[in-house]
T-cell receptor, first 112, second 116 residues
Framework: AQSVAQPEDQVNVAEGNPLTVKCTYS??????LFWYVQYPNRGLQFLLK??????LVKGSYGFEAEFNKSQTSFHLKKPSALVSDSALYFC??????????FGGGTRLMVKP | NAGVTQTPKFQVLKTGQSMTLQCAQD?????MSWYRQDPGMGLRLIHY???????DQGEVPNGYNVSRSTTEDFPLRLLSAAPSQTSVYFC???????????????FGEGSRLTVL
């Protein structure tokens, strides 16, 4: 069975600084990996995905993620954080049945 | 285009009561699913459906029933509510096994359930 780990419950960063939210995964076969964002009292919104190809994936709102097969990681990154990026971020992996397994979530706090 | 619509947004139940959380999507998606979100545990899959008339269990199905009589609707039934079912519930949909399927899920706004 596949699994996803997000080792940090919360990440704090100052506005304008680069941010990284970590994710590691465990799957058999080729991983289909996703990042979602959740703003307060809202559903999850898709940010980006890795299916195949280039290890650096670009997504919405200036976010990108780096797929590293040897380290089984899929870290979310942004070169310059905004206060409006403060939200709950979820990493997920898709199984063969198209269902997603989610990590526990990481709360990103961007301070002015 | 409304996307995925969940009702109600908030509900308080007493232990032992039953209720149904409604979910409807207008994107003609084949796949629909229900997740529950609990602090520190991410989202856990309750039940899912790959098409009308087909449902299957996810990671945490006990205490919940589902049915899929139409492509658009996927209600989640709590048969006898328990305090352990206090959670936020999300319905999600996606394309099926065809070229449109990028794996992306489309989520509703959530239903917050409290069982006393």
């Amino acid at each position: 069975a596949q699994s996803v780990a997000q080792p940090e419950d919360q990440v704090n960063v100052a506005e304008g600084n680069p941010l990284t939210v970590k994710c590691t995964y465990s799957v058999s076969g080729n991983p289909y990996l996703f990042w979602y964002v959740q703003y307060p009292n809202r559903g999850l919104q898709f940010l980006l995905k890795y299916i195949t190809g280039d290890n650096l994936v670009k997504g919405s709102y200036g976010f990108e993620a780096e797929f590293n097969k040897s380290q089984t990681s899929f870290h979310l990154k942004k070169p310059s954080a905004l206060v409006s990026d403060s939200a709950l971020y979820f990493c997920a992996v898709r199984d063969t049945g198209n269902m997603l397994t989610f990590g526990g979530g990481t709360r990103l706090m961007v301070k002015p | 285009n409304a996307g995925v619509t969940q009702t109600p947004k908030f509900q308080v139940l007493k232990t032992g009561q039953s209720m149904t959380l409604q979910c409807a999507q207008d994107m003609n998606h084949e796949y629909m699913s229900w997740y529950r979100q609990d602090p520190g545990m991410g989202l856990r899959l309750i039940h899912y459906s790959v098409g009308a008339g087909i449902t299957d269990q996810g990671e945490v199905p006990n205490g919940y029933n589902v049915s899929r009589s139409t492509t658009e609707d996927f209600p989640l039934r709590l048969l006898s509510a328990a305090p352990s079912q206090t959670s936020v519930y999300f319905c999600a949909s996606s394309y099926g096994r065809d070229r449109l399927n990028t794996g992306e899920l489309f989520f509703g706004e959530g239903s917050r359930l409290t069982v006393l």
